[in-house]
Every structure is written in C-alpha cells, then in structure tokens.
C-alpha cells in the first residue's frame, strides 16, 4: 500500500505518533517519481535538496515536541506546484522556452500558504506552454502521458499536476483553470479537481494568461483533501487587485454527507450532441445515487451554452495577448543573440520563444482588439459573456448545484487532435461556461469507459464552494470511483 493511499488524519495520526517521519513521506515520493516518471514525465524541475532539508527541519520539530493542534493537516505532506506558479529560487517556466531560464526571486501567495502550512514543495509539473491547450502536448519540452494509458493525453493544462497525483508522485498538487484547465485533467486521471470562484484564490505569482479568468486551485486524490487545501490557500490578498474580500467559511465542516433536499439542475446542453453515450450513462448514474441520497434533479436550459467556446477563444485570446506582450526578450527570460535593431530583438525573441498554439492566440487576440474589429469582436463577446452568467443566475435562483459531464469524452490518443485545434478547443465546452460566469465547480470521477476515468462535474454559485464541496463528498462517500488507481 502507498503512503499516499493513507488519507490526510492517517498521516497526520502517524506524524504525531511518530510512526512516521516527515521525511519518509518525501522519500516515498522521490522513489515513485525514480518509479515511474520516465513513463509519466508529469515533472519538469524537482527541488530534491531543498524538500530533504525542509524535511529534516520538520522531523526535528517533531521530535521535539510532537504534532499538536499548531500544526495543520498539511504538514509534511509533499506536494508539486504546476510550473506557472512561481517559487522562490526555483526555475519557473510556463513550459517555454522563452522561461527555460527564469529563476524567480519571490514566492506566489498559494506557495507562501503551502509553506506556512509546512507542506514540502517537490517539484514543479509540467503544463501546456503557458497554460495554452487542452492534452499538454503543447508543452515545449516534451507532453505528459495519462497514467492509466500512456498512450493517452492526460488533458490539459494542468495535465502534469493531474498526471502526478493520479500516480502517486506527491500527495497533492496545485493547477491553474482558465477555461478548464484544472477540471478537464481531474476527469481525464480520475482525480478531484476543484476550480475555485474568480478571486478566492490569490493570483499573486500566477504566470497570467487571461486575468479575467485565471484561478488557481488543488488536485486530489478526494473531496475531503481538496476542502483542506482549499482551507489554507483561499483569502484575501492585498497584492491581487481582483482578490475577493470576503470571510472564508469552514469547508471541512461543510462535508456532512448530507444532501437530502439539495436541488440539482441538469443542463440538457450539457448531455446532448457531442457526447459520449457512455459519459452520459456514467452521469445519469450519478445523479441517480444523489437521489438516492435525498436530492432532487430536474432537466434545465442554459441557452447560450453554444456560444460559450466562441466567447472564450475571443476573450482569453485577447487577454493573452496583452499579458504576453511583457515576454520582449529585454527584461526577464530567453534573449535572441546577434538581432539586427530593437525591433528584430523583438521579432527574434517572440518567434524562437513562443510555440504555435502561444503564436495562433496571440494573433487571434491581437486581431480582435484592432482598430475596427474591436467592437465586432471582443466587445460583443463580453456581452455574450454577461448572457452566459445569466443563464447560470437564472438556475440558481431555483436550484442549489448544476451538475453534467465534465467533458464531453474521455482521454483521446496522443497525436489525436494535436493538429486540429477547433476539435481540441472543443474538448472544453462543458468547462468554458462555468469559468466565463466566474463560479466555482469540481471534477470528481464517477466511471470509467474503456478503462479511462469520467468526471462529473459539480457547479455552484458565486463563494458557495462548502455546497459544492458536500454534494461531491456526499457521492463520493457512497461510490468507489475515488479509489481507483492506474497500474504502473
């Protein structure tokens, strides 16, 4: 049995009865990435020495004067960090070239959390290059593989942090969702995946994509873990501009296994044309187990579901756009040698840092922010983004939770789609949505098609992740699915 198989109050337990030394845990970790990431590649830096000296320091606390209730759940525990993030110190990349030799000199506000919390950083994980692409085959170094079919994509972008946790590398990891980013790889590992409300989460030290839509969040193993991540890294951040000022309720306390009453909508765009029957089956079931429970489902409509990828390429093109615009090869990371002028450094620079998906949104967000295209275009895409949200605040008006697929199919091949990028876009159709109105949602698995995993998506309203939390801990309690494990 893996170490990371024990749930949190296991560890913990064992911690504080010293059966078990901090640095066990960061042991068994480094022997399962020597294990099995050759095959996996979810890694791209580890920080070995550091997380052995951080280890000791901790095992010397121990020893002196046990764990008590100072110290958290997350104590010890080894985690890797999506290679967006930045870390102190550490090489921090986006996947790119362009950052191959990027060290930065502070911490992001989640890293800071994780380190008050003495959780140990492991490493960083590999990524579609700058969060762009949906299998991380757009990585710049080389793609993760899924670890139930190394054959398969593990999604995208988050796909290394999916891919580690799914393994058994580290007990859990940190993602980013900008559209999906962190739900869509959850359902394609068979892990929990939590994208937390827009401004829960600091942004401070995220690698930004499209500010209006990034949001970090965790990958687990299960709910109960991802509501005690959640705990230590959701707040207010005066360095975040767009951090929500809000009071941070107890999540944990919020999984009660009780769901009777709970009223559930069911889009029907979510469970038409498009997809897999067997992912639909895999739903139906699941709803029909919280029914058993003592929740209510009806069939809805959030009309402007079809219009929710269009909206998304426009918007978070645009903003990639002007966030990627600081990448000139003059402040910070990889320089073009011998240009000819200031411009031909920065032309230079661009085309051998950036990959082809990077160039493609970057041109189709330039494009619709141009002088006579920007109101055809990214102004009218804002306002489709509004009707989106609306259609969200509609439903919760009368419901508690929406609930579908968290993608349309499982994995796809490596190789499949790579170079069909409408089809890759549309691998997000049931994701987009939920991060357009900003609102939190998880990737829980809940089936299995072909020996690949299926997520069932959970959506709730705005701050209202304990409701999201206790309907997927309610299922998850009464399923198996959670316990699953790919054989490596």
């Given amino acids: 049995m893996s170490l990371f198989d024990l749930n949190l109050q296991e560890i913990h337990n064992r911690l504080a009865g010293k059966d078990l030394s901090v640095s066990d845990l960061v042991d068994h970790s480094y022997r399962r990435i020597g294990d099995v990431d050759a095959k996996i590649r979810a890694f791209l830096t580890l920080d070995e020495e550091a997380a052995r000296r951080d280890a000791r320091v901790m095992d010397e606390q121990l020893a002196g004067a046990g764990v008590g209730s100072e110290r958290g759940l997350l104590f010890g525990l080894p985690v890797g960090v999506k290679d967006n993030i930045v870390t102190e110190g550490l090489t921090t990349t986006c996947a790119s ?6 060290n930065p000199i502070y911490d992001a506000t989640v890293v800071q959390k994780l380190r008050s919390a003495q959780s140990v950083i492991i490493g960083k994980l590999n990524m579609d290059e700058f969060a762009m692409g949906g299998s991380n085959e757009n990585s710049s170094f080389f793609p993760t593989r899924n670890p139930w079919n190394a054959d398969f ?4 972008s988050s796909g290394g942090s999916a891919a580690a946790v799914a393994a058994g590398e580290v007990y859990f990891a940190l993602g980013s969702d900008t559209g999906g980013s962190i739900r869509q790889p959850a359902s394609y590992c068979g892990v929990v995946g939590l994208k937390p409300t827009y401004g829960l989460v600091s942004r401070f030290g995220l690698v930004a994509f499209a500010s209006s839509l990034d949001q970090i969040g965790p990958l687990t193993k299960n709910v109960e873990d991802a509501a005690y991540v959640l705990q230590s890294i959701a707040g207010h951040d005066p360095m975040d501009s767009t951090s929500a000022n809000v009071d941070i309720p107890d999540y944990i306390g919020a999984l009660t296994g009780d769901v009777k009453g709970l009223r559930i909508a069911v889009p029907r765009e979510y469970l038409g044309a498009g997809v897999d029957p067997k992912v639909k089956e895999a739903v139906l079931a699941a709803l029909q187990v919280l029914e058993g429970l003592g929740a209510v489902w009806e069939e809805v409509s959030l009309p402007h579901t079809e219009y929710a990828v269009a909206t998304y390429y426009l918007l978070a093109s645009s903003e990639a756009s002007s966030n990627l615009a600081r990448f000139d090869g003059v402040r910070y990371g990889v320089r073009a040698s011998e240009p000819a002028n200031l411009l031909d450094l920065y032309h230079q620079s661009r085309s051998q840092g950036f990959g082809a998906e990077v160039k493609r949104r970057i041109m189709l967000g330039t494009y619709a922010l141009s002088s006579g295209y920007y109101d055809a275009y990214y102004k009218k895409a804002q306002q489709v983004r509004t009707l989106i949200k609306q259609d969200f605040d509609r439903v919760f008006e009368q419901y508690d939770v929406v ?31 939920v991060s357009l109105a900003g609102i939190p949602a998880i990737s829980i698995p809940c089936g299995q098609v072909d020996g690949l995993p299926v997520g069932l998506q959970i959506i709730g309203k705005a701050m209202d992740e304990s409701t999201v939390l206790r309907t997927a801990h309610a299922f998850e309690r009464n399923t198996g699915y959670h316990k699953l494990r790919p054989e490596l």
């Fill in 97 to 102: 070239q362009f950052l191959k030799n990027y």
């Fill in 153 to 156: 994509v593990p999604g995208g």
């Fill in 403 to 433: 609930i579908g697929p968290t993608a349309p199919t499982p994995a796809f091949r490596i190789g499949e789609q790579v170079d069909d990028p409408l089809t890759m876009y549309l691998n997000d159709i049931l994701t987009i949505p």
